[in-house]
T-cell receptor, first 111, second 115 residues
Framework: QKEVEQNSGPLSVPEGAIASLNCTYS??????FFWYRQYSGKSPELIMS????GDKEDGRFTAQLNKASQYVSLLIRDSQPSDSATYLC???????????FGTGTRLQVFP | DGGITQSPKYLFRKEGQNVTLSCEQN?????MYWYRQDPGQGLRLIYY???????QKGDIAEGYSVSREKKESFPLTVTSAQKNPTAFYLC??????????????FGPGTRLTVL
């Protein structure tokens, strides 16, 4: 059973701080990794994708991938109250278009 | 205005009834997906289709059916055989990513409640 694990949280950080969200996965053959943001009652929104080891930066977001450790993370710099949401990690296996989703980490950014 | 639309936004069903959830996309994406999300849980794949007139079962296909007669449309029927259908249903479509992965984009969802 292929699995994606996330701490459910809530992760509480003050406004302006760095939020660090973590995800581990079981399928060593996984090649593609995604982070989605989901506001309460809304559908998930793709915010980052990463395919190779290392860091990928997009604005205040940085995704980090370590395939040897089967670990992917999302850093949010200068966190804002509007970043308060559930962040879903999704992993795509080798030779497949299917995503396996984690249960999400709820982030709370307080003023 | 490109995107994925789902209708209705809210749906109430009596036990024993079949209902059909609509999903339409004008993004020219080949692949489409149906997921359900229960409170506190991740998304679980119901069915997916990579091309017109072809679809595959996901992890929780029992009690559901789909069709893919047009590239733009991928309706999901929740049958009376689905024992616990109350959930948030999400449709997605995908394009190949820059490095070969598939980036999936979601519609706004349909919240189904069984009375």
């Amino acid at each position: 059973q292929k699995e994606v694990e996330q701490n459910s949280g809530p992760l509480s950080v003050p406004e302006g701080a760095i939020a660090s969200l973590n995800c581990t996965y079981s399928d060593r053959g996984s090649q593609s990794f995604f982070w989605y943001r989901q506001y309460s009652g809304k559908s998930p929104e793709l915010i980052m994708s990463i395919y190779s080891n290392g860091d990928k930066e997009d604005g205040r977001f940085t995704a980090q991938l370590n395939k040897a450790s089967q670990y992917v993370s999302l850093l949010i710099r200068d966190s804002q109250p509007s970043d308060s949401a559930t962040y879903l990690c999704a992993v795509e296996g080798d030779n497949t278009d299917k995503l396996i989703f984690g249960t999400g980490t709820r982030l709370q950014v307080f003023p | 205005d490109g995107g994925i639309t789902q209708s209705p936004k809210y749906l109430f069903r009596k036990e024993g009834q079949n209902v059909t959830l609509s999903c339409e996309q004008n993004l020219n994406h080949d692949a489409m997906y149906w997921y359900r999300q229960d409170p506190g849980q991740g998304l679980r794949l119901i069915y997916y289709s990579q091309i017109v007139n072809d679809f595959q079962k996901g992890d929780i296909a029992e009690g559901y059916s789909v069709s893919r007669e047009k590239k733009e449309s991928f309706p999901l029927t929740v049958t009376s055989a689905q024992k616990n259908p109350t959930a948030f249903y999400l449709c997605a479509s995908s394009i190949p990513g820059l490095a070969g992965g598939s980036e999936q984009f979601f519609g706004p969802g349909t919240r189904l409640t069984v009375l």
